[in-house]
T-cell receptor, first 115, second 116 residues
Framework: NAGVTQTPKFRVLKTGQSMTLLCAQDMNHEYMYWYRQDPGMGLRLIHYSVGEGTTAKGEVPDGYNVSRLKKQNFLLGLESAAPSQTSVYFC??????????????FGEGSRLTVL | AQSVTQPDIHITVSEGASLELRCNYS??????LFWYVQSPGQGLQLLLK??????LVQGIKGFEAEFKRSQSSFNLRKPSVHWSDAAEYFCAVAPSLTGGYNKLIFGAGTRLAVHP
């Protein structure tokens, strides 16, 4: 049972470089989310998707783009990385209805460092 | 705007001692309430949740939490802590009036250390 899988798990970028984080879930969940985790700030929602082909902004969307071309995949892109984007990124998924009606299932995280 | 406060950044307890982690929220109505746990290098796992009904909810790993509307609190408790409980604990809220999707707000977390 893979659950939610994130790749890569670690990445170091230089300022201005671009990259994409991939999230894949095998639970047939409708909703998917990208969070970032920073010390002392908990998790903050970047973007989310309530279904294939749909995305929406969360709490801290600036500097990030997302796509949900397939139901099982949710991609997070950084077009021009900045040191402020150094963080641990978590993908999560949940059944239709979102976190208010159930639980989120999290991946193990992707640690990104921007120099 | 909704917010979640976890007043304690770090807590250290001895193995076998009782534990209480505090969580206060700000929301106009009764929200959906959650506690998640994050072990080192791992993602978050749901411990328990409160939607409505009995204000004392039981979760996994022997944890429980009590919703107190008058205090806007949802504190997590465990009667006897095990060394494997060392982790970071996050309280989270989702607004109930809009159905709750997409707006799970996390607290900053409380890191628990357990002494043998």
């Amino acid at each position: 049972n893979a659950g939610v899988t994130q790749t890569p798990k670690f990445r170091v970028l230089k300022t201005g470089q671009s990259m994409t984080l991939l999230c894949a879930q095998d639970m047939n969940h409708e909703y998917m989310y990208w969070y970032r985790q920073d010390p002392g700030m908990g998790l903050r929602l970047i973007h989310y998707s309530v279904g294939e082909g749909t995305t929406a902004k969360g709490e801290v969307p600036d500097g990030y783009n997302v796509s949900r071309l397939k139901k099982q995949n949710f991609l997070l892109g950084l077009e021009s990385a900045a040191p402020s984007q150094t963080s641990v990124y978590f993908c999560a998924s949940s059944p239709a209805g979102g976190p208010g009606t159930g639980e989120l299932f999290f991946g193990e995280g992707s640690r990104l460092t921007v120099l | 705007a909704q917010s979640v406060t976890q007043p304690d950044i770090h807590i250290t307890v001895s193995e076998g001692a009782s534990l209480e982690l505090r969580c206060n929220y700000s929301y106009g109505a009764t929200p959906y309430l959650f506690w998640y746990v994050q072990s080192p290098g791992q993602g978050l796992q749901l411990l328990l949740k409160y939607f409505s009904g009995d204000t004392l909810v039981q979760g996994i790993k022997g944890f429980e939490a009590e919703f107190k509307r008058s205090q806007s609190s949802f504190n997590l408790r465990k009667p006897s802590v095990h060394w494997s409980d060392a982790a970071e604990y996050f309280c989270a809220v989702a607004p109930s009036l809009t159905g709750g999707y997409n707006k799970l707000i996390f607290g900053a977390g409380t890191r628990l250390a357990v002494h043998p």
